[in-house]
């Protein structure tokens, strides 16, 4: 059955037609094929050659180019590879490194000294978590320490040592702890929701024992912006539904399909905010060294602090943005409120 395109369809398609073709008058045709002439244009009165001339033109730019413009285009098409965890099922995508431009010079930003002066960066590539880890995942993760110590651990240390992980009695936490049984579960429909709260300490140890380790600054905003400098990870453009910014509560790590970066790496404008393996420090990007930097503890950084990356559903569209960058403590060994865990691994150039 015959449909007519919707407006995101005729964009895309608009778009691969026009570079193809080089042609305004075949972009403008376009939109009266797809029922979307623009009223100016004297669409009944063309002339029936070139109508015909323009639509060989068109269609023979498609099947000559147009696969390849889509592979060119769009990650997802070309395949952008993927591994699965054995450890705990996560998926990852590869980010196969490069060089890009970290930090942005913008005075109307928020805390915008943080995000300044703009900086080369050159990354070896790595594999990220396509997803934020789990209720589901974390879960597996507590039971599997909670089992390793058996007796050990008398009834309150099994207890505390849960709490230390997971701040079980926020309101928007996915998990419960039974004490009798001594074992975590997940709340009714929250085995897709993203684990928080958590502490730097215990997102550290996560990934960890799952063979991974913490993103990198430099790595989440990479993974995040690409190297075309965007301002999300989707694009320039603010699209409010595309990400979970603004709302009440988290949502399942796959909830929101459209926040997705150039690498195909899914949430990271929204949701839950996600801990990173550097110390924080105000002044690192004016001495960042080029090549795959971190900071450490030093002059300037705080070992008591870590840097914090992505956006949440209670922040704003400011903190949406892949520049944004915010610390969180980490001294007192404690769930910060809305903080999860993205992992990463090493890959090589070969990969």
Request: charged residues 20%; contains cysteine; glycine residues 10%.
């Amino acid at each position: 059955m015959n449909r007519r395109l919707t407006n995101d369809e005729l964009r895309i398609m608009k778009g691969i037609t026009s570079t193809l073709c080089g042609s305004v008058f075949v972009n403008l045709r376009f939109d009266w094929v797809a029922g979307d002439s623009p009223p100016w244009y004297p669409a009944r009165n063309l002339p029936g050659k070139e109508w015909r001339m323009n639509m060989k033109t068109m269609l023979a730019a498609w099947i000559g180019w147009g696969p390849a413009a889509l592979l060119l285009a769009f990650p997802a098409f070309a395949g952008v590879p993927e591994r699965t965890s054995p450890a705990d099922g996560a998926v990852q995508v590869y980010v196969p490194g490069g060089e890009f431009t970290m930090g942005v010079d913008d005075p109307e930003a928020p805390m915008a000294d943080e995000q300044r002066p703009p900086h080369k960066v050159r990354l070896s590539p790595f594999w990220m978590d396509k997803y934020e880890v789990t209720n589901e995942q974390y879960a597996r993760f507590l039971n599997a320490l909670l089992a390793e110590n058996g007796t050990n651990w008398t009834d309150r240390q099994a207890f505390e040592s849960v709490h230390a992980r997971v701040l079980l009695e926020h309101p928007l936490g996915g998990l419960e702890y039974n004490a009798r049984q001594r074992r975590v579960t997940v709340k009714p429909g929250r085995n897709r929701h993203p684990v928080m709260p958590v502490s730097w300490q215990a997102a550290t140890e996560y990934a960890d024992r799952m063979g991974r380790r913490l993103p990198t600054e430099a790595e989440w905003e990479f993974a995040a912006r690409g190297t075309d400098g965007r301002r999300y990870p989707w694009g320039n453009e603010w699209h409010a539904r595309w990400t979970n910014v603004g709302t009440r509560a988290p949502a399942a790590v796959d909830a929101f399909p459209k926040d997705v970066s150039p690498f195909g790496v899914i949430g990271l404008a929204g949701n839950i905010r996600e801990w990173i393996q550097d110390c924080y420090d105000i002044n690192f990007y004016a001495s960042s060294p080029k090549n795959n930097p971190v900071a450490g503890p030093g002059p300037g950084a705080s070992g008591s602090m870590r840097v914090v990356r992505g956006g949440s559903f209670m922040l704003t569209e400011w903190d949406a943005r892949t520049t944004s960058r915010y610390r969180g403590i980490v001294s007192d060994n404690r769930p910060q409120p809305g903080m999860g865990i993205r992992t990463v691994g090493n890959a090589d150039a070969a990969n």
